[in-house]
């Protein structure tokens, strides 16, 4: 099946056109500044190998998946489906659905549990449905795969009432990327996923860390919102929530001032005052005593918070097969891998298999002797909506 998948962000649309017998990428896109006032809205695509950058009219989504919709016709593609990701499925969504009026509705509710992801998410929908009416959509829930956690992980001690009145709970994040390098990674060290026990680290812009159980999420480290956790490229991660409360009085902050601060200053930038890419903090780190002092203190920070995560969800899972390492940093950084894992008597890194493993390479990282295996498993979070988007349209 020709299956097109659709990630509607809040000013852009990344599409992908993949064959689901090849898993090859036939069409992949991205219409970029939708609705921006004073630049151009791009549109730049890959075609059969050919790449494409163009100034395009896009004032809104539904002018960007039309234009999506005219590369497919003037060049006889063909679209046997839509997958769409969705950021919240809410309490409501274990996996993913074909798309119907009650879906949307649901879709919709939820808008108020992300508001910056699912209204695009959703305008995305609508305008495939408008212009593409004959074609079956699907939603691919980020939340999805964590519906598994029990209650005793995803409570807040808080009271109980705002459980009940507005939701609140841990809903966790990035799971079709846990997911897919949950089921990969079974397969990859050729055991049954239902009696898999991994860690997966999702090391990328975001950053996540999940505890599966037999094949399940058990724990995961992003909560309520994608800021709890780890600390990222420019999110805070755990910090005491009382600091919040603390800095709003004393520079008498709005609630919207301090969200930006918490999403948008903190993190591996907010700590560096350099930058939120790893490539640069690392460079810096590995100058020693001649680098930039504050970039080498967010990576040590980085590295440590995923370790703390580590340690907590081996107890948690009593017996782990593996920790598996993806996304940008996961899949890409030797230094960064080595730099969680030394000096623990349950894993041995070989340093070659770690260097050697980067660039969409999947590869165990471990010594044989080690009692836990390092795997690095590159995610595909684009292949895993088209095939779950085939396995329901199949059906
Ligand atoms: P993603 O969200 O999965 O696209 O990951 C993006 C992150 O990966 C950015 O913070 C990049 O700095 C980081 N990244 C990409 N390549 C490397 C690399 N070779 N070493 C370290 N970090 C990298």
């Given at each position: 099946?020709?299956?097109?998948?659709?990630?509607?962000?809040?000013?852009?649309?990344?599409?992908?056109?993949?064959?689901?017998?090849?898993?090859?990428?036939?069409?992949?896109?991205?219409?970029?500044?939708?609705?921006?006032?004073?630049?151009?809205?791009?549109?730049?695509?890959?075609?059969?190998?050919?790449?494409?950058?163009?100034?395009?009219?896009?004032?809104?989504?539904?002018?960007?998946?039309?234009?999506?919709?005219?590369?497919?016709?003037?060049?006889?593609?063909?679209?046997?489906?839509?997958?769409?990701?969705?950021?919240h499925g809410g309490y409501k969504f274990f996996e993913s659905?074909?798309?119907?009026?009650?879906?949307?509705?649901?879709?919709?509710?939820?808008?108020?549990?992300?508001?910056?992801?699912?209204?695009?998410?959703?305008?995305?929908?609508?305008?495939?449905?408008?212009?593409?009416?004959?074609?079956?959509?699907?939603?691919?829930?980020?939340?999805?795969?964590?519906?598994?956690?029990?209650?005793?992980?995803?409570?807040?001690?808080?009271?109980?009432?705002?459980?009940?009145?507005?939701?609140?709970?841990?809903?966790?994040?990035?799971?079709?990327?846990?997911?897919?390098?949950?089921?990969?990674?079974?397969?990859?060290?050729?055991?049954?996923?239902?009696?898999?026990?991994?860690?997966?680290?999702?090391?990328?812009?975001?950053?996540?860390?999940?505890?599966?159980?037999?094949?399940?999420?058990?724990?995961?480290?992003?909560?309520?919102?994608?800021?709890?956790?780890?600390?990222?490229?420019?999110?805070?991660?755990?910090?005491?929530?009382?600091?919040?409360?603390?800095?709003?009085?004393?520079?008498?902050?709005?609630?919207?001032?301090?969200?930006?601060?918490?999403?948008?200053?903190?993190?591996?930038?907010?700590?560096?005052?350099?930058?939120?890419?790893?490539?640069?903090?690392?460079?810096?780190?590995?100058?020693?005593?001649?680098?930039?002092?504050?970039?080498?203190?967010?990576?040590?920070?980085?590295?440590?918070?995923?370790?703390?995560?580590?340690?907590?969800?081996?107890?948690?899972?009593?017996?782990?097969?593996?920790?598996?390492?993806?996304?940008?940093?996961?899949?890409?950084?030797?230094?960064?891998?080595?730099?969680?894992?030394?000096?623990?008597?349950?894993?041995?890194?070989?340093?070659?298999?770690?260097?050697?493993?980067?660039?969409?390479?999947?590869?165990?990282?471990?010594?044989?002797?080690?009692?836990?295996?390092?795997?690095?498993?590159?995610?595909?979070?684009?292949?895993?909506?088209?095939?779950?988007?085939?396995?329901?349209?199949?059906?």
């Open positions: 099946m020709n299956i097109l998948v659709i990630n509607s962000g809040s000013s852009s649309l990344k599409y992908q056109l993949i064959d689901t017998s090849t898993e090859n990428v036939i069409l992949k896109g991205l219409v970029d500044k939708i609705g921006s006032v004073g630049t151009n809205p791009t549109n730049t695509y890959t075609l059969n190998g050919n790449k494409v950058s163009e100034n395009v009219l896009a004032k809104d989504h539904k002018d960007a998946i039309g234009i999506v919709s005219k590369i497919i016709i003037d060049n006889n593609l063909k679209v046997d489906g839509i997958g769409h990701r969705v950021v659905v074909v798309i119907d009026s009650e879906v949307i509705r649901y879709i919709e509710e939820f808008c108020k549990l992300a508001p910056l992801h699912n209204p695009p998410n959703l305008i995305g929908i609508l305008s495939c449905k408008e212009i593409m009416p004959d074609v079956p959509q699907v939603a691919v829930f980020d939340t999805a795969f964590h519906q598994t956690i029990p209650q005793y992980n995803y409570m807040y001690a808080i009271p109980f009432r705002y459980y009940e009145k507005y939701g609140i709970r841990k809903y966790g994040f990035h799971g079709t990327s846990h997911r897919y390098v949950t089921y990969k990674t079974a397969e990859f060290l050729n055991i049954d996923v239902n009696k898999a026990n991994f860690i997966t680290c999702h090391l990328g812009n975001g950053v996540s860390l999940t505890a599966v159980k037999e094949g399940k999420s058990y724990d995961t480290s992003m909560g309520f919102t994608p800021l709890e956790g780890l600390i990222m490229g420019t999110r805070c991660g755990d910090i005491d929530p009382s600091i919040p409360l603390y800095i709003m009085e004393k520079e008498n902050l709005s609630i919207s001032e301090m969200d930006k601060i918490l999403n948008r200053e903190s993190g591996i930038l907010g700590v560096s005052g350099i930058s939120n890419d790893m490539r640069l903090i690392e460079e810096e780190y590995l100058k020693g005593s001649e680098g930039n002092e504050r970039a080498r203190l967010a990576f040590e920070m980085y590295c440590n918070r995923i370790r703390k995560y580590i340690g907590a969800y081996y107890f948690e899972l009593g017996k782990v097969d593996a920790i598996v390492f993806t996304a940008g940093v996961g899949e890409n950084s030797p230094i960064t891998r080595k730099k969680v894992l030394e000096n623990i008597e349950l894993v041995e890194i070989d340093d070659e298999k770690n260097n050697e493993t980067v660039r969409g390479k999947a590869g165990i990282i471990s010594k044989p002797s080690s009692r836990i295996k390092v795997v690095v498993m590159p995610t595909n979070e684009e292949l895993a909506i088209a095939l779950d988007t085939e396995r329901l349209l199949s059906k």
